[in-house]
């Protein structure tokens, strides 16, 4: 005779405790609060202004590029702190594409290019000059605002 096993009734399950400890986030690292000012700083300026202050900002030996170096090479293995850091970044980027929107197309300079492009473009330029010497600094940013229309006659 072969009998079948019946089963015994559904067994519940055991519910697993919340958490009681709330989940904070990460205080921000000195290098996004130096790029989220920066962003604030940016806002309204008129865009040769804007493109003048974030070459300052980026300029050899300014503390954000020391800032950011540091929260960049930390970030290498923390997924939220390379996210975290991008996104600071990405504020400088959407602040100066506002400005270059803001600003009337006869007055962008001779690059044809969506604003985001040229935004990304004129951060991209600010950014390399923390590699350069400090004596090239001052022809990069001219050629900088040659390229939108705003560079004052060399000497």
């Known amino acids: 005779m072969d009998r079948t ?3 015994s009734a559904t067994r519940k399950r055991q519910r697993v405790p919340r958490r009681t400890t709330p989940v904070t986030a990460p205080r921000p690292t000195p290098a996004e609060e130096r790029l989220l000012g920066l962003a604030r700083d940016i806002a309204r300026l008129p865009l040769p202004a804007a493109l003048e202050k974030l070459a300052a900002a980026w300029a050899p030996g300014a503390p954000l590029l ?3 170096a540091e ?3 930390r970030s290498r293995g923390n997924k939220t702190s390379a996210l975290a850091l991008a996104w600071a970044r990405e504020q400088v980027r959407l602040s100066l594409q506002e400005i270059v929107e803001a600003t009337p197309k006869d007055q962008r300079g001779r690059i044809e290019a969506t604003p985001d492009t040229l935004a990304w473009i004129l951060l991209a330029g600010c950014e390399a000059l923390a590699h350069e010497p400090a004596s090239a600094v001052a022809d990069r ?4 605002l040659e390229l939108i229309g705003h560079a004052a006659p060399p000497d």
Not at 141 to 144: E, H, S
């Open 5 to 7: 096993r019946k089963r």
């Open 66 to 68: 020391r800032d950011v």
């Open 71 to 73: 929260a960049w090479m």
């Open 141 to 144: 940013v001219r050629a900088l």
